[in-house]
């Protein structure tokens, strides 16, 4: 079994919804999301909130864990419906481009944005990163107070644990490669 799995299986016995857990945590409602669907394992500061909220110690969340092996993680287009997408809301919604997302390092996502789309406000933990690569369309991303604007070819790599948000300024879709490090988001 694995964290996701297990964290699931607790909330559900509990009769306890994602925003339930994410009001007792402080865990955003997307991150929650995220660890049971298998795209992050979480870290232990978002391990040791959930288990606050659950009312449980870190070492029974730990108990009977399938510890992950290395592999090497490919995805083609035979492969492509195991890919796990997470909508913000109908005008944004991000790919995860590979498959156990969890077990890596990095996390690397393809963000569609429709016209006027956003995603939410996201800040992640201390240490975290993460490049942005603009593919089609124009956007805006706010990083704390700044707004910087990104178009087809350009870049913009900051620490994610500052407040950020990307937003579609464009007439188009946008589309950009966003990589997050370490992939626990």
């Excluded at 079994?1 to 559900?12: P, Q, W, Y």
């Excluded at 490919?74 to 944004?92: M, P």
């Excluded at 919604?93 to 077990?103: H, M």
């Excluded at 996502?109 to 690569?133: C, D, M, R, S």
């Amino acid at each position: 079994m694995n964290i996701g799995e297990k964290l699931k299986r607790l909330r559900k016995s509990r009769d306890l919804t994602l925003d339930d857990i994410a009001k007792k945590s402080g865990v955003g409602k997307a991150t929650l999301s995220r660890i049971e669907n298998d795209i992050t394992q979480g870290t232990l500061k978002t391990h040791m909130k959930i288990c606050e909220a659950l009312n449980l110690n870190l070492k029974d969340l730990y108990e009977g864990l399938d510890i992950p092996k290395e592999e090497i993680t490919t995805l083609s287009e035979k492969t492509t419906n195991e890919t796990e997408i997470f909508s913000y809301d109908e005008r944004a919604k991000s790919v995860i481009l590979t498959k156990n997302a969890q077990r890596n390092s990095m996390l690397p996502q393809l963000l569609i944005l429709e016209p006027q789309g956003k995603t939410h406000l996201e800040q992640n933990t201390a240490g975290t990163e993460k490049f942005v690569y603009c593919t089609e369309g124009q956007i805006h991303i706010d990083i704390e107070d700044k707004q910087y604007e990104l178009k087809k070819g350009t870049s913009l790599y900051f620490k994610s644990s500052l407040p950020h948000r990307f937003i579609n300024i464009g007439k188009k879709p946008a589309k950009c490669l966003v990589i997050s490090s370490p992939a626990a988001l």
